[in-house]
């Protein structure tokens, strides 16, 4: 698996401009758009990228006897547990799945209390409440907009005096951009907290010089975590269809998780109560879910996963075209952003007032243009204000909130397909700016 690991931090390190779809591209004109192209095709925010070797890996399977969990999960999480340097795998149907059984793993009982960030997908939050655990959030920082490291350490000092430390702290990779886990990690650590990385958006990131002996890795590999958990849903850097996986170095929360996956149900040998049994035996010792990635799923990822790198790769060269010409319109980029270590799952930009993001979001629309806010915040939804969060708990992740929008990226998106999405914003601010003010 050594050339998987080189060959993707070797993309990550070698940015280069767009030219995967087009040799030699043409300079962009921002007063009227060349573009030869279908403007009825829809362009999506994000997609899955398959090809023929996709297909016949799926097909393979649907020729052998095993469908359901066999021994294609096991030589996909094998391959996983290769590519991060971790001791541990455990394939699941979904990264939803993922977060609930690595909460499962580290005993979250009900009433404990979990923290993460308001702007998250909601199963972050939600695999804590699947636990009866008690669930609350730290802010973002503005620029990196993943979790404030400073917020987190004053709410780490008030909790401490209140006897409220979290039992876990679920850390979102944001948009594919590694969160400071180091930092995170010599400050949680002092306090006895648990840590859980969500890494749905970042397969493919990297952390140059960052490990413990100075080395690079990927997220994916446990050394500030006790899990990482990762999707493998259609607009993530690889696709399972549906798809999950616990990353771990800790033999317990392994044990657990892969007999929570599978309905309780205990299998080995030497953990059996009965001694004397035929090898059709088995016992439920815990409460557990059906929560199995199939054969058919995992040969998909089998065969994913050998193009990670370039997908990774593309999706970088996009983002990087995008902040070259975004650069001299009244939006907020991504900031303070390391190109080459990002997986760009997202490609974020701001609108510098509010207003103005759902006037864009209707007007590319309008152009077959599909895009998406990324993430109306987890506190704000009606569940979790029932719960009693209010509206002024969080104010940097409500004020991104309002103003951010989510431009599609994916491996296929052509230049063509980037061009009529750059030129409906240019022409969004040239044409439409005026009239909101």
């Known amino acids: 698996m050594r050339f998987i690991i080189e060959d993707l931090l070797s993309a990550m390190k070698n940015v280069q401009t767009p030219s995967t779809h087009r040799v030699n591209p043409p300079s962009f004109d921002s007063t009227s758009s060349n573009i030869q192209t279908n403007m009825h095709d829809v362009i999506p925010y994000g997609r899955q990228t398959l090809d023929e070797s996709d297909r016949l890996a799926v097909m393979e399977v649907l020729a052998t006897d095993f469908l359901t969990q066999g021994p294609w999960v096991s030589q996909f999480e094998q391959k996983l547990a290769d590519l991060f340097g971790c001791r541990d795998v455990i394939a699941v149907n979904s990264g939803t799945a993922a977060l609930h059984l690595a909460c499962r793993g580290l005993d979250l009982q009900p009433g404990e209390w979990v923290w993460t960030t308001p702007i998250t997908f909601l199963a972050s939050a939600n695999a804590a409440r699947y636990c009866g655990a008690h669930v609350d959030f730290v802010d973002i920082d503005p620029i990196t907009r993943n979790i404030s490291i400073t917020a987190l350490h004053e709410k780490i000092l008030s909790a401490e005096k209140n006897n409220l430390l979290p039992k876990i702290l679920i850390v979102v990779h944001f948009a ?51 899990a990482v958990c990762f999707s493998f849903h259609p607009v993530k850097s690889i696709t399972c269809g549906e798809g999950g996986a616990v990353c771990t170095n800790r033999g317990d929360i392994a044990q657990i998780a892969r007999r929570l996956r599978s309905h309780g149900v205990e299998r080995a040998t030497d953990r059996l109560q009965a001694k004397n049994h035929e090898t059709w035996y088995y016992e439920q010792h815990d409460l557990g879910f ?14 994913q996963i050998k193009k990670l790198a370039s997908f990774i790769q593309r999706r970088r060269e996009i983002a990087v075209r995008y902040q070259d010409e975004l650069k001299n319109l009244p939006l907020k980029r991504p900031q303070n952003i390391e190109l080459k270590h990002s997986a760009f799952h997202l490609y974020v930009i701001e609108f510098l007032e509010n207003g103005l993001r759902d006037h864009m979001y209707r007007a590319l629309r309008q152009q077959n243009i599909q895009t998406q806010v990324h993430y109306f915040p987890v506190h704000l939804h009606p569940y979790y204000q029932n719960l009693g969060f209010k509206t002024g708990q969080f104010p940097h992740a409500e004020n991104y909130s309002q103003r951010c929008l989510s431009l599609p990226i994916f491996p296929t998106l052509t230049y063509d397909q980037q061009s009529r999405v750059i030129q409906g914003i240019r022409d969004f601010f040239n044409n439409n700016y005026s009239v909101t003010h």
Not at 293 to 301: C, F, S, V
Request: glycine content about 12%; hydrophobic content about 35%; charged content about 15%.
């Open 176 to 226: 594919g951009q590694p969160v400071d886990m180091a930092s995170i990690y010599a400050l949680t650590q002092q306090f006895g907290i648990a840590i859980i990385e969500d890494g749905c958006h970042a397969l493919g990131a990297h952390y140059e010089k960052s490990g413990r002996n100075g080395e690079n890795f990927l997220v994916g590999k446990p050394i500030y975590a006790d």
């Open 290 to 303: 059906n929560y199995r990635l199939t054969d058919i799923q995992a040969a998909l990822g089998h065969s």
